[in-house]
């Protein structure tokens, strides 16, 4: 079943996914971190990494080549089971690159996600991208 367990923890798993594009849009990476576990692995088709110092050291080399980012996030699954839960959704992002140009993709990430001192947080996100369009 794509949506199932608590409404309340659906709906803070949600918010997450908003606080996450939230800190997207506005490159803060305090706010970004926040949303990952210590030990949260981040992978996709340019990087992988692990745990809040490299997530960090991630986030900083992205952000020097970005100008203003839009992410548009949709979630099309939670499944909440106990302090854990599996999700999947849908990210479009259109960056506006430093030196110029437009950098567009959209891709699905397939999330384990865990409860940590009351709150979801990422534990695991695997990116797949599904358009990709590099600047002229």
Known sequence: MPFSGPMEDRMAIRELYDTYGDASCRGDVETFLSCWAQDGQWNTHLFQCTGTAELREQWNALWTGFDKVAFIGNVLSIEVDGD??????????????????????????????????GAWRFLKRDYEVLVEEAPA
């Open 84 to 117: 854990t839960a599996s999700t999947r959704s849908l990210a479009r992002e259109v960056i506006a690159l430093k030196g110029g140009g437009v950098f567009k993709l959209a891709g699905l990430y397939r999330d384990s996600l865990v409860r940590q001192d």
